[in-house]
């Protein structure tokens, strides 16, 4: 009986063991920027398209999460997301439900809002076009992003949707959503950080992008959101058109669109 035992327990260490869940595999990104703020660094994570992670004081900001859970593997859950519009590369139900939200504030505009499954109402906040919400030690104010000419059946029709501005630690950073060059867009004031999208023919070529750049002249810009039917904008002219006109203006090319390894 003991040899018996003996043979059953040396088998059993010799078998496999059984397989572990694994997190999914985190996505090849960039590396990540910070930018100095009077409460400690922001730190900015370009994650693909028109998403950004933001990480400032303890915490995180997801910006229009899509393309998949594992693409934010290995980062923070996020404490606020920020969804600008309706369109699939902006609200994903698919992969908000693979991410941890469930402490997270959704702040969306109306048309979001009423697209969003039921079990994420209690975290919902809505701001309209105009409207700001102060929470968690930052400030986020919603404005207008539409194209031009305005039209009831252009692909965003001025105030379905949200461009942000965020205040945190003495800065202002701005999220232009899918807009061409709006008056309201050149109008903006004190903009330490711009993400500004270019794609036609969604939103606005690298000349519309160049000139409201010039016109609200943030300190930093990234080019995002580039990509469009025929392919990624040509984001070196608009740095250079930038540039040619103003200098101080840091235009920071980050790759949105990493290939996969």
Not at 103 to 113: D, Q
Not at 154 to 163: I, M, T, W, Y
Not at 201 to 218: E, K, S
Not at 223 to 243: C, I, M, T, W
Request: aromatic residues 6%; glycine residues 8%.
């Amino acid at each position: 009986m003991k040899s018996l035992l003996l043979t059953s327990a040396l088998v059993a260490l010799a078998l496999p063991a059984p397989a572990q869940p694994t997190s999914p595999a985190a996505a090849p990104r960039v590396p990540a920027d910070q930018i100095a703020t009077s409460k400690g660094p922001l730190t900015v994570q370009p994650i693909t398209h028109g998403s950004v992670v933001f990480t400032w004081n303890k915490k995180t900001v997801y910006v229009d999460p899509y393309g998949g859970a594992a693409t934010y593997a290995g980062l923070a859950p996020p404490d606020v997301i920020l969804i600008t519009d309706i369109h699939g590369d902006h609200l994903d139900p698919k992969t908000l439900a693979g991410l941890s939200v469930g402490k997270a504030l959704l702040i969306v505009p109306p048309a979001v809002a009423e697209r969003l499954p039921a079990g994420y109402k209690a975290q919902v906040r809505i701001l309209r076009n105009g409207q700001r919400l102060d929470t968690l030690g930052l400030r986020v104010s919603a404005l207008a992003m539409y194209n031009l000419p305005e039209a009831a059946d252009s692909r965003h029709p001025k105030g379905r949707g949200n461009g942000y501005v965020l205040t945190l630690g003495g800065k202002n950073v701005y999220l232009s959503g899918d807009t061409e060059d709006i008056a309201e867009m050149r109008a903006l004031q004190g903009i330490d950080v711009a993400f500004v999208c270019m794609n036609l023919p969604y939103t606005m070529d690298i000349t519309q992008a160049a000139q409201a750049v010039l016109a609200f002249r943030p300190g930093v810009v990234y080019p995002y959101h580039y990509r469009g039917e025929n392919g990624l904008s040509d984001v070196k002219g608009f740095k250079q058109a930038v540039n040619a006109a103003n200098p101080k203006i840091d235009v920071r090319l980050r790759d949105w669109y990493p290939a996969a390894p």
